[in-house]
């Protein structure tokens, strides 16, 4: 009998979070209560761990679990936007979550199944991925019991989880019966070689997948659960999720439409487009009426999955490589974004409010001045990264003969400068008042997440060939080049 060859160096970063949260569990069995905040550092020394070795792996691709698992360079790329979102939620989880070990689990697990789901090229171990990422974000949406709408938040996102995860595990199903196949290659050879028995089985099991990771993405109709979740959640969380699981259901999209479903994702595509502009128009013309900066940033995400969605309908490389390149991006702006409103507005979230970051500059000047860069590369002001960003994946929709979703990112692009410019305005606005609804101080920690995000932000934004080369790796490992 042959054993699968197990090779854990395929799964090594996850290894290492699974390990620090073992630790931070037992750690917190000897330590004090009131010293519960020190496992979030003990999170960031796992997390930065992690981070630490894609760099050593990235060189050869790594196979595990008798060919389960595949960590190429596309895995690793978007595993570092998975890290650095959950960096950022440790950082930014000094001040406004209960101290514990519970929190630094489950961000831990959360992020592991995130890595898990963009590395698996195996129908179960690619559920077992969405689940594992599911299950702690669950809970975490729900972290802070003593808010009702936290409590609230915790609830829509299980019963829409909930949905979404039948529906995904139905298409897979479907794919199986159709295949016969469980690995995405193998699928990929059986439709190739029309060895489908059962193509009605096929298209469904297409759909169903579809319709499941469009829910992790917010795309259109099936986005309605974001708005209030990002509010009620506790912004750290709000902020891991916004990124975290957006690149994990990304990775996952596109690896699945190119090596399980590449002549389907002809067949999708204009399907996808359809969705794509459609979900970046609602979420751009949605975020103009909010007041509240997390219900605003909600819908801004919104937006950004029909950028990103546009990249995988382009289908081609240069629209897989302009997605990768505008996810990392959304990662620094969006992150940048929600660390400078934890550190306005404390453990009690007062001020979340947009308008009460009026004058914010004459009373902040550090933060506001963040917060106005962060923004602006949102809405795609040069030379911030999200321009670049943008104009990439411009390029692979005119590119791939898709002018019409060009002429829908310009569109959906100009509607966005007004909600965006909107609170800057604001905060540069003079105001009589002299209180502030805003926390007194911020955790040093949160000015540190702001620091690095906005050095992402600016030096990418200059800079964008630092990072093009590399994930042009990661686009010839998905297409097997």
């Given at each position: ?300 995400g919104i937006a950004q999955a029909g950028y990103l969605v546009v990249a995988i309908a382009a289908n081609s490389q240069m629209g897989i490589g302009a997605g ?99 609170p800057v305005l604001l905060m540069f606005t003079r105001t009589e008042d002299a209180t502030s609804p805003f926390a007194e101080k911020a955790h040093w920690t ?36």
């Amino acid at each position: 009998m042959n054993f699968p060859v197990i090779n854990p160096v395929s799964v090594l970063p996850e290894i290492i979070l699974l390990a620090t949260s073992v630790l931070g569990l037992f750690v917190a069995l000897f330590l004090p209560e009131r010293r519960g905040h020190a496992l979030n550092y003990l999170g960031m020394v796992g997390v930065l761990a992690a981070l630490a070795v894609l760099p050593a792996l990235w060189g050869k691709v790594q196979v595990g679990f008798g060919g389960a698992i595949v960590a190429d360079h596309f895995a690793l790329a978007m595993d570092a936007a998975i890290l650095i979102s959950a960096l950022v939620a440790f950082l930014l989880g000094l001040r406004e979550v209960e101290p514990g070990a519970d929190y630094v689990a489950l961000v831990l697990w959360a992020a592991l199944g995130m890595m898990v789901l963009t590395s698996a090229v195996e129908l179960l171990s690619i559920f077992l991925g969405l689940e594992v990422l599911s299950l702690p974000l669950y809970i975490l949406a729900g972290f802070r019991r003593d808010r009702t709408t936290s409590k609230e938040a915790a609830m829509k996102y299980l019963l829409v989880g909930a949905f979404s995860s039948g529906m995904f595990l139905y298409g897979l199903s479907f794919l199986y019966g159709a295949t016969g196949q469980v690995t995405l290659s193998g699928i990929q050879t059986a439709i190739l070689q029309n060895f489908t028995s059962h193509p009605l089985f096929l298209e469904l099991g297409a759909a169903f997948v579809i319709i499941g990771l469009a829910f992790k993405l917010a795309l259109v109709p099936f986005h309605q659960w974001v708005p209030d979740v990002y509010e009620g959640s506790p912004t750290p969380v709000a902020a891991f999720m916004s990124v975290g699981t957006k690149a994990a259901a990304f990775g996952a999209l596109a690896r699945i439409l190119t090596v399980a479903l590449p002549a389907g994702l002809v067949h999708w595509q204009p399907l996808i487009a359809f969705v794509a502009v459609l979900t970046l128009l609602f979420g751009n013309l949605a975020a103009l009426r909010q007041t509240n900066m997390k219900r605003m940033l909600g819908y801004s995400g919104i937006a950004q999955a029909g950028y990103l969605v546009v990249a995988i309908a382009a289908n081609s490389q240069m629209g897989i490589g302009a997605g990768m390149f505008y996810l990392i991006a959304y990662a620094f702006m969006n992150l940048g974004a929600f660390a400078v409103v934890a550190a306005l507005s404390g453990q009690n979230e007062e001020g979340a409010e947009i308008a009460s970051y009026r004058g914010l500059v004459y009373r902040r000047p550090w933060l506001a001045s963040a917060m106005t860069l962060f923004l602006l590369a949102l809405a795609s002001i040069p030379p911030l990264v999200g321009f670049p960003g943008k104009f990439y994946i411009l390029r692979a929709a005119v590119a791939s003969g898709g002018v019409l979703l060009a002429v829908a990112i310009v569109i959906g692009t100009m509607i966005s400068l007004y909600y965006y410019l909107r609170p800057v305005l604001l905060m540069f606005t003079r105001t009589e008042d002299a209180t502030s609804p805003f926390a007194e101080k911020a955790h040093w920690t949160a000015h540190v997440a702001v620091g690095a995000m906005l050095v992402g932000t600016l030096v990418l934004g200059i800079l964008p060939g630092l990072i093009t080369g590399p994930l042009q790796h990661a686009v010839h490992a998905i297409y097997g080049l």
